[in-house]
């Protein structure tokens, strides 16, 4: 079972996706560092449209999956 994205996540893949890339596997550190430094920059206020994702996805995961419990 896939454990939900959490907002960051979430972020990541709409930065790749409007930046139009289909990242190599060199270009994905970079592409992960530059959303981790735009991420670490946003308010809280222009991070919420991610964070609502976040908890509906893990909403939903949580109905569907009710008896759940990460384990590495």
């Not at 994905?28 to 670490?40: E, T, V």
């Amino acid at each position: 079972i896939p454990r939900p994205r959490n907002a960051f996540i979430l972020f990541r893949c709409d930065f790749v996706h409007q930046r139009k890339v289909n990242p190599t596997e060199n270009e994905d550190n970079n592409i992960s560092r530059a959303a981790g430094q735009l991420w670490s920059q946003m308010t809280l206020l222009e991070k919420q449209p991610w964070l609502r994702m976040a908890q509906r996805e893990k909403e939903c995961h949580a109905l569907l999956y009710p008896n759940y419990k990460y384990s590495p």
